[in-house]
């Protein structure tokens, strides 16, 4: 065995790799492909960190890898000092909704914001707490007083006042850099309470502004209609407490194909071009958003991102793309892997196998080029045949050679038990699924 990996990751790998879920973590161990697309989303992360704003759509089928390459980019931006949250839409969380389901997914975003050393989520208390600290320190320093001299307070109030000055010319920014003045306080005073309270405000957890006036002095919460604006403002004060930027990564767009009302449909694409524009018209600093969904949502003329004719005019690709792929446009389309990168990946997955149970894979060359050459023979692979399929064939077939050693790749493989994996987006296109739904 020559891969060196802890058995810790192997064993997240292919536990997740066979629910059929990305893993979050032990991601470079499998990475295949995708490098053209990888290189045009780390374009827009350097954007970002120079102060600009970017917006991507992320397009495959299910199980084509949409999902395994927005962790990939989520776990690179940490690397380098960004705040990543991330969300899946489903009929409880949308963009725009009159029951709190733009709340919903603001809330999910924040409770999954992640930093390099949280990034299973729920960073926000660290965040502001190593911010004040820092700011602690840089009056510290500069005046030469001691942590527990009086003095100090009002002075690093003077200090985070200065910080978030530009927080105050956004929408809400006033309220938000009061909030934050408030935390530093109870950061001060060791009241836990009020700490705890500051963190619900900013998760959006309070519900009416009495609540929020009684219990903090501020005649505003965060709501259906404006959380987008506070992402702007987490953005912009998370450059000024040191970090590089604010990633949002939504994923699921196809439960907003799935709104059964066409006038709400509407309205979430409409909040879709809220922000496409903010961030392409230079009114986001520090922001990049990515959203992922299937073709069928998001080029359906009938309920799709393109029914809404203002995205259709501004996503839809132009005359000279073709075969040529521009990989710099707002929509990335994902292609399918090719025979030999999914070689390279069951390759990998086999010798990650071998590391989880301790045996040397007695699985030759061949018998992963008999394996691929079997799933690509498929009716309709070539354009069909995701990675999620591949790779749950593949460590099925794994876990049997491993609990039955007397049984060889090639019996299994041509024996009459074998099956493939159910495809994943068999009758995607037509979209029979739907058929509950009214327009």
């Not at 005649?219 to 998370?238: G, R």
């Not at 060359?365 to 990675?387: C, K, N, V, Y």
């Not at 493939?420 to 068999?426: C, G, I, L």
Request: hydrophobic content about 40%; aromatic content about 10%.
């Amino acid at each position: 065995m020559t891969l060196k990996i802890p058995k810790r990751i192997a064993r997240t790998l292919i536990s997740s790799l066979k629910g059929g879920v990305v893993p979050r973590i032990g991601l470079p161990y499998i990475t295949v492909g995708r490098k053209n697309e990888i290189d045009a989303l780390l374009h827009d992360v350097e954007v970002i960190a120079d102060g600009g704003a970017s917006f991507r759509f992320i397009v495959g089928r299910y199980g084509s890898g949409k999902s395994f390459l927005l962790q990939t980019l989520r776990n690179y931006v940490m690397e380098r000092g960004f705040v990543v949250v991330d969300a899946d839409l489903s009929p409880e969380r949308r963009l725009q909704g009159t029951k709190g389901q733009g709340l919903a997914t603001y809330r999910e975003l924040v409770r999954n914001m992640a930093t390099k050393t949280r990034p299973e989520g729920g960073a926000l208390p660290l965040i502001l707490d190593r911010w004040i600290s820092e700011i602690q320190q840089q009056v510290v320093t500069e005046t030469g007083l001691a942590l527990n001299d009086g003095r100090l307070d009002g002075l690093v109030e003077q200090k985070i006042g200065q910080v978030i000055q530009a927080l105050n010319e956004m929408v809400h920014g006033f309220d938000f850099a009061r909030l934050l003045t408030l935390y530093y306080r109870s950061y001060r005073q060791g009241d836990e309470a009020t700490k705890a309270k500051v963190i619900q405000w900013f998760r959006g957890e309070f519900h009416t502004k009495t609540e929020a006036r009684q219990e903090l002095g501020v005649n505003i919460i965060i709501s259906d209609e404006d959380w987008y604006e506070y992402l702007k403002i987490f953005a912009l004060f998370l450059k000024q407490a040191g970090y590089a930027g604010l990633l949002v990564c939504i994923d699921e767009l196809v439960n907003i194909y799935k709104i059964p009302h066409a006038i709400t449909r509407q309205y979430n694409y409409e909040k879709i071009l809220t922000m496409y524009n903010d961030t392409l018209q230079g009114k986001a600093h520090y922001l990049g958003i990515i959203m992922g969904g299937t073709p069928q949502c998001m080029e359906d003329p009938r309920r799709g991102v393109y029914s809404y004719e203002a995205l259709r005019s501004r996503l839809a690709e132009g005359h000279f793309g073709g075969e040529h792929k521009d990989l710099l446009a707002p929509v990335i389309r994902l292609q399918p892997l090719t025979s030999d990168e999914m070689l390279v990946l069951v390759e990998k997955l086999a010798e990650i196998h071998g590391v989880l149970y301790g045996y040397d894979p007695k699985v030759t060359q061949e018998d992963l080029a008999a394996f691929i050459r079997i799933e690509f023979q498929r009716i309709g692979a070539d354009s069909h045949i995701t990675p999620r399929e591949v790779i749950r064939d593949f460590i099925e077939v794994l876990d049997i050679l491993y609990q039955h050693p007397e049984l060889t790749v090639e019996g299994l493989l041509h024996s009459d038990s074998f099956q493939y994996a159910k495809n994943a987006v068999e009758g995607e296109e037509t979209a029979p699924e739907f058929a509950e739904f009214t327009v």
